[in-house]
């Protein structure tokens, strides 16, 4: 079994932060990359930050220069840093690891339970 345990989600008003943890932990062999996607009520889910095993980096256009990801390789966690939260952002957010529990298996997604994320005016 895999599992991917998020943190840090709650309620803010705008112009403050938060930050995000998701910790994966079970049968694993390797990640290829891990991100964060988020939902808003009635909307399609979307990426928000996604980084590889090597460090590269890919975010929302609505995000950039706001949110920062970074990664734990050793502890199999991946972070999201969020500040001038905006109540466009408010979502859950949810992990997502591409990873393989055996060397020879494909790369697969996993999911998170997801976070609320709320930011008020």
């Not at 979307?46 to 949110?67: H, P």
Request: charged fraction near 15%; proline fraction near 2%; aromatic fraction near 10%.
């Amino acid at each position: 079994q895999v599992q991917l345990v998020e943190s840090g989600g709650g309620l803010v008003q705008a112009g403050e932060s938060l930050r995000l943890s998701c910790a994966a932990s079970g049968s694993i062999f390797s990640i290829n990359a891990m991100g964060w996607y988020r939902q808003a009520p009635g909307k399609q889910r979307e990426l928000v930050a996604a980084v590889t095993i090597g460090g590269t980096t890919n975010y929302a256009d609505s995000v950039e220069g706001r949110f920062t990801i970074s990664r734990d390789n050793a502890k199999n966690t991946v972070y999201l840093q969020m500040i001038s939260l905006t109540p466009e952002d408010t979502a859950v957010y949810y992990c997502n690891a591409r990873l393989r529990r055996h060397w020879s298996d494909y790369f697969n997604d996993y999911w998170g339970q997801g976070t609320q994320v709320t930011v008020s005016s």
